[in-house]
């Protein structure tokens, strides 16, 4: 394992597959709009929203609700991935791979 690669570490919070979904999306692409990552993972807005708030209890997301910009009176959420957040998403995927390698 090279210096810069994070520990491998199994995380039971970020493996369930709409969460894992989320993180992978964030991680890719930083900060995305609430219903552009609803709608990119295929879920309700119950859905997404309970994971997210799954996600921010453990301190892996931020939700921050800023106006639309269009002059209407509705906010919208812009979720990202914190630093503990990536760390965490970075090493359980080192985990997934260690596993599916055989290791």
Not at 5 to 29: K, Q, S, W
Not at 48 to 62: F, R
Request: glycine share 8%; proline share 4%.
């Amino acid at each position: 394992m090279a210096s810069n690669d994070p520990e491998p570490v199994f995380n039971e919070v970020i493996h369930a597959p709409v969460r894992l979904r989320i993180c992978g999306l964030l991680d890719t692409y930083g900060t995305v709009r609430f219903d552009m990552l609803r709608d990119t993972i295929g879920v309700s807005d119950a859905v997404c929203s309970k994971h997210l708030k799954t996600l921010a209890e453990h301190g892996y997301v931020t939700l921050d609700k800023k106006a639309d910009g269009g002059g209407r009176a509705y906010k919208v959420t812009w979720v990202r991935l914190t630093p503990e957040g990536e760390a965490a998403f970075r090493s359980h995927v080192a985990a997934l791979k260690r596993i599916v390698s055989g290791q």
